[in-house]
């Protein structure tokens, strides 16, 4: 997804990857991640449950931001 705001992701529990423009970063709990605003990101769900807090750094209302969730 590419944001009009820039967004941060706190791995809570579990493990995954974030994945930029430039490729794929692994993550496990206690991570935090930043996007600047208007920079495609996502994120990809290791083996098993994974909890995460993601939120947006923003002025404005969300669903100007062009999110799109995908969930499998």
């Known amino acids: 997804m590419a944001c009009n705001q820039s ?3 706190v791995v809570l529990s579990g493990s995954g990857a974030h994945l930029t423009e430039d490729g794929e970063a692994p993550v496990s709990a206690g991570d935090v991640t930043y996007v600047p605003a ?3 990101h996502g994120y990809r769900s290791g083996d ?3 909890h995460v ?3 947006e750094i923003a002025v404005g209302r ?3 931001g ?3 969730l995908m969930v499998k």
């Open 66 to 68: 062009g999110y799109q």
């Open 62 to 64: 969300s669903r100007d």
């Open 48 to 50: 098993g449950d994974t």
């Open 53 to 55: 807090f993601a939120g």
């Open 38 to 40: 208007k920079e495609w």
């Open 7 to 9: 967004a941060v992701m």
